[in-house]
């Protein structure tokens, strides 16, 4: 029998989550969100950056 792996990409980041993927620290990231360059979804306290948000910001989309 074989093991198959598949990798699961997230929906969507916490704040720290987000930091680490992509090397943008707290202050600047908070920076893209007040600008609107960097959607965001609270959901109760939590914040949530979705991972298309990111995406479309790191690869100069956003």
């Not at 707290?26 to 995406?55: D, F, M, N």
Request: aromatic share 4%.
């Amino acid at each position: 029998m074989t093991h198959q792996t598949i990798a699961i990409e997230p929906l969507a980041y916490s704040v720290n989550e987000a930091c680490r993927v992509s090397s943008l620290g707290r202050t600047r990231l908070y920076q893209l969100i007040g600008e609107g360059r960097l959607e965001v979804r609270k959901i109760g306290k939590r914040t949530l950056i979705p991972a298309a948000s990111l995406r479309a910001l790191v690869i100069g989309e956003g």
